[in-house]
């Protein structure tokens, strides 16, 4: 929190290190934003594309929220087999001293997100704009960002500040946590005010505008999904069940987005294309260019140390890429994967086999390494995988990272349908078909819930879903997820405890240290000293 409040917005001198994106926003620095000439209409634009690229290093940069919403579930591993301290995460054994930046550096560039996000949402509506429907959209795109930062929050801490404006020496410094359902209240507030306003997909590409913007259609589907969370175990919440499911109609009614690459003989190659990652599934990504964007070191973390083919490619015939081999996918999810699907999807999303093209030690060039063959051959994230790009090491890489897409938004629908005994098929069977999978049909409701659900594991796998899946459903529904893919006694595997010990306030994380020593108006959330 300290840092939230005396950091100084010094937006003269920042470079689009984190927004050079080449397909959206382009726009040059005028002038300095201080001094009481922000904002200008010159310069708006360029505050706002800063904005968006702090999102961006708050969901993505320096794989942090991943190992914050991933190693907790059994879709991944931190230093695949050993003993280290941030397997701790997936053991659910945290202390409030931990001073490791993958998890309390989180919150405090939620708050660098926030701040520019409160400058144009409070300054903007006083500075005179030719084109005030655009001056209107950037506002709306501000409150999508700062909704959208503390619904990330409020899954992972519980009840935060809420710090609404920009902040001075003459201001609240030390706000207390709001509660749970406040947090909520303010988060609604702000995807209502963002959807009245903000235009659609296809008005944007009308109008010229470079895919990459907030859409109306994202502003529903989050405010949807923060519906559909409030529903949930943390705050029981289930009176707007009935409108999230309006919201879902309407994107699915409208037109504007599709399931990609149905029909077609590799349907995830062409979703997961690198080169048209603002396709038509897609209603919200982090865009691809710039450092706080540049997520796709999460993979070069879970590719082998050494070069192989059948992973990732370097485009060029003759050089293959290779990662670190640190942290890696736990044989028990790969075979829970494959016994529920085992066709294109899974065989795009998880990666179980590989071949060697340089001489190791065990190992010869050319040998087929499958999952389960060693330590060396475990199974690999292959969902982001860009095909063909010329890339010399899997830390780089020219694709989008998606936050909200139509596959979520129809298995939400079904999800939905259901909790208000009307289940509806569509959408869960039209993400199946896909995949090649048979329809269902003839369901109880709650049979159809955990069908929904796993549908959703499968297709959202490493798509930071599983973690606020498992949180909304519940603490005995977290352990029946954990259940299987823990053994203490295979190659000293760190995941050693019990399950059934997992104790209820393990389902928000402790709050950050320094935010507490910051700010003596903030409580620890339960449970934790």
């Known amino acids: 929190m300290k840092n939230s409040i005396y950091k100084i917005l010094l937006i003269g001198v920042f470079t689009f290190f984190f927004t050079g994106c080449n ?43 991943f190992w914050a919403t991933e190693f907790p579930t059994p879709s991944a591993q931190y230093r695949y087999r050993q003993n280290h301290e941030r397997s701790n995460l997936s053991g659910w054994n945290w202390g409030t001293t931990r001073t490791d930046p993958a998890y309390f550096d989180l919150m405090e560039w939620m708050w660098d997100a926030i701040r520019p996000a409160n400058e144009i949402i409070a300054k903007v ?32 801490w519980g009840g935060m500040p809420i710090i609404d404006i920009p902040q001075g020496l003459s201001d609240d410094l030390f706000p207390k946590r709001a509660t749970i359902a406040e947090t909520y209240d303010f988060i609604v ?77 590799d349907p995830y190659e062409v979703l997961w294309d690198w080169q048209n990652d603002n396709n038509e599934e897609f209603l919200y990504t982090i865009q691809k260019e710039g450092g706080a964007q540049n997520y796709r070191g999460i993979f070069g973390y879970f590719t082998p140390q050494h070069a192989t083919s059948g992973i990732w490619t370097s485009g060029d015939g003759d050089k293959f890429a290779k990662g670190v081999g640190l942290d890696g996918i736990p044989p028990e999810f790969v075979e829970w994967y494959a016994s529920h699907d085992s066709g294109p999807r899974f065989k795009w999303t998880i990666i179980s086999e ?42 780089g890489n020219p694709g989008n990272f998606p936050v909200l897409r139509y596959a979520d938004i129809l298995l939400l629908h079904s999800e939905v349908s259901n909790e208000l005994d009307a289940p509806d098929y569509t959408g869960v069977n039209a993400t199946r078909e896909r995949a090649g999978l048979p329809p269902l049909s003839g369901l109880s409701k709650d049979e159809f819930r955990d069908a929904v659900f796993l549908e959703r594991d499968l297709e959202l796998t490493y798509e930071q879903k599983m973690l606020f899946d498992m949180r909304r459903r519940g603490l005995e529904y977290t352990k029946s997820k954990l259940i299987g893919f823990y053994n203490p006694t295979q190659n000293n ?17 402790p709050y950050p240290p320094r935010e507490l020593q910051s700010n003596p108006n903030l409580e620890q959330n339960p449970g934790y000293q």
């Not at 470079?210 to 559909?228: D, E, N, Q, R, S």
Request: charged share 25%.
């Open 23 to 65: 397909e959206y926003l382009e726009e040059e620095l005028h002038s300095s934003f201080g001094n009481g000439n922000f904002p200008t209409e010159s310069n708006v634009e360029t505050l706002l594309n800063h904005t968006h690229g702090e999102i961006g290093k708050f969901i993505m940069l320096a794989n942090w929220m």
């Open 189 to 265: 507030k702000d995807l209502k005010d963002a959807a009245e306003v903000l235009p659609t997909r296809s008005e944007y590409i009308a109008r010229g505008i470079p895919l990459g913007h907030i859409t109306k259609g994202a502003a529903k589907g989050t405010l949807a999904t923060a519906y559909i969370t409030m529903a949930g175990e943390a705050l029981g919440d289930d009176s707007h069940l009935a409108e999230a499911k309006t919201l879902l109609e309407e994107i699915i009614n409208s037109g504007e987005y599709a399931l990609v690459g149905v029909g077609t003989p």
């Open 493 to 509: 595997y760190p995941r050693s405890f019990d399950i059934q010990d997992i104790e209820p306030h393990r389902m928000l994380y």
């Open 354 to 395: 590989y071949v060697l093209q340089e001489d190791i030690t065990g190992f010869n060039a050319g040998d087929t390494l499958r999952y389960n063959a060693s330590p060396e051959a475990q199974g690999h994230i292959g969902k982001y995988r860009a095909k063909g790009a010329p890339l010399t090491d899997n830390f």
């Open 125 to 156: 509506p006083d500075i005179e704009m030719e084109d005030t429907k655009r001056q209107a959209e950037i506002i709306g795109e501000a409150k999508f960002i700062r909704a959208m930062c503390y619904f990330y929050a409020v899954r992972l």
